[in-house]
Structures are given as structure tokens and as C-alpha cells.
Nanobody
Framework: QVQLVESGGGLVQAGGSLRLSCVASGRTFSSLTMGWFRQAPGKEREFVAGINWSGGSTYYADSVKGRFTISRDNARNTVYLQMNSLKPEDTAVYYC?????????????????WGQGTQVTVSS
């Protein structure tokens, strides 16, 4: 089992920045692929970014490419999502997800473990 706890969400003006963190426990963190997803009201959960076990491979949704950066610190069992140039359409609950199988999945059903989510609200 893996427990994931997100933090760092909040209210920010358009053009601002936030950094989300997700701390993992319960399994060797360095063996896990990590992903960030988000869900806006009335919409399906969508992939935002993913990172492989070493941090050497990352993948982003087109909507956040060039603005968001995913990274990880295996010594701290933590994955980060640095979000810059935020837009009102980035408003959502952001979820951290983990999977032990090695690939960076864009489908949420591929991830075995999920955090409780953290709210990000971007005002215009």
C-alpha cells in the first residue's frame, strides 16, 4: 500500500505561481511512477503531468506544457508540481497518483494509489 498526501494548493491570481507537493509513504518511493491529475467542477479528471521513477522521463498534457514542471526528490519521498503562469482554467482539485509498473500513464485508471486532492483556485 501507498499513502499519498498533497499540499500546496490555494487561491492565486491569474499569472501567479503555486507549487504542489505530494509526500508518499508505505512503499519504496523510488520504485513508483508518479502522476498529477486534476478535476474541475462538472468535468472528468484529467492527466496533467507524470514522471518516472528516476525523474529522467517526464510527460505533460498539452494544456500545461511550458507552464508546469513536475519533479521528484526520492530522498524526501516527494513529488512536486511547479505551476507558473496560472490561468483561471487551471482551477481544479489536483490529485497525486502513484503506480509501481514503470510506465507514465495518462489514463487515471492505470494508477493504483491516489491522494485526497488539494484545491487550486485561479482568479481572473
Amino acid at each position: 500500500q501507498v499513502q499519498l498526501v498533497e499540499s500546496g494548493g490555494g487561491l492565486v491570481q491569474a499569472g501567479g505561481s503555486l507549487r504542489l507537493s505530494c509526500v508518499a509513504s508505505g512503499r519504496t518511493f523510488s520504485s513508483l511512477t508518479m502522476g498529477w491529475f486534476r478535476q474541475a467542477p462538472g468535468k472528468e479528471r484529467e492527466f496533467v503531468a507524470g514522471i518516472n521513477w528516476s525523474g529522467g522521463s517526464t510527460y505533460y498534457a498539452d494544456s500545461v506544457k511550458g507552464r508546469f514542471t513536475i519533479s521528484r526528490d526520492n530522498a524526501r519521498n516527494t513529488v512536486y508540481l511547479q505551476m507558473n503562469s496560472l490561468k483561471p482554467e487551471d482551477t481544479a482539485v489536483y490529485y497525486c497518483a502513484a503506480d509501481p509498473r514503470g510506465a507514465i500513464w495518462v489514463l487515471d485508471r492505470k494508477y493504483d494509489y491516489w491522494g485526497q486532492g488539494t484545491q487550486v483556485t485561479v482568479s481572473s
